[in-house]
């Protein structure tokens, strides 16, 4: 099968700390990878894509960054939260031979600003 | 902007009902369409899929579309309280990096 991992599962950061969020791919190889946020009453909004090592292109411009440092490996950044990163985190891979055009969810994080 | 439409509900239906879920979208030329569900708390799981007009049913669910009218629907039939949850709808245009636009879902309530 193939697992999405991410960690931590909740987060709690005050304003203007860093950030990093984690998300892991098993069972595939160069999956197409993607970061959403999904704030309190709003749809999901797509951050980042990838599809490949180092390949990164985000869709809104703010104050975070991606990084795909190996193929199954996928990091969201901030230097400094704003109060606005408030949310739920998801990383999600494209599918893969029927479903190339299907995307799967990990489990998530939590984040809230403080 | 490419839009994804739904009534953010709640929707309530009483148990043994069919919940009919609607959607609307503005790109004429999306390809792939999707329904998620999404319970409280947790992350969006792939219900169904349909690319071509008409009716695809699996199990209790069917989705419908109708790319004239830009319309996708998600009928349960005999619901259960345990489909009480968020349906999200998605549309993708099936490009080189298959990009997926959500709306921001309907709430569904199925009442015991």
């Known amino acids: 099968s193939q697992t999405i991992h991410q960690w931590p599962a909740t987060l709690v950061q005050p304003v203007g700390s860093p950030l990093s969020l984690e998300c892991t791919v098993e069972g595939t190889s160069n999956p197409n990878l993607y970061w959403y946020r999904q704030a309190a009453g709003r749809g999901l909004q797509l951050l980042f894509y990838?599809?490949?090592?180092?390949?990164i292109s985000s869709e809104v411009p703010q104050n975070l960054s991606a990084s795909r440092p190996q193929d199954r490996q996928f990091i969201l950044s901030s230097k400094k939260l704003l109060l606005s990163d408030s949310g739920f985190y998801l990383c999600?891979?494209?599918?893969?031979?029927?479903?190339?055009?299907?995307?799967?969810f990990g489990p998530g994080t939590r984040l809230t600003v403080l | 902007q490419k839009e994804v439409e739904q009534n953010s509900g709640p929707l309530s239906v009483p148990e043994g009902a069919i919940a009919s879920l609607n959607c609307t979208y503005s790109?004429?030329?999306?390809?792939?369409f999707f329904w998620y569900r999404q319970y409280s708390g947790k992350s969006p799981e792939l219900i169904m899929s349909?690319?071509?007009?008409g009716d695809k049913e699996d199990g209790r669910f069917t989705a419908q579309l109708n790319k004239a009218s830009q319309y996708v629907s998600l009928l349960i039939r005999d619901s259960q309280p345990s489909d009480s949850a968020t349906y999200l709808c998605?549309?993708?245009?099936?490009?080189?990096?298959?990009?997926?636009?959500f709306g921001t879902g309907t709430k569904l309530q199925v009442i015991p």
């Open positions: 998605a549309v993708g245009n099936s490009g080189g990096y298959q990009k997926v636009t």
């Open positions: 990838s599809v490949g090592i180092g390949q």
């Open positions: 349909i690319y071509s007009n």
């Open positions: 790109d004429r030329v999306s390809q792939s």
């Open positions: 999600a891979r494209r599918g893969g031979g029927s479903s190339t055009d299907t995307q799967y």
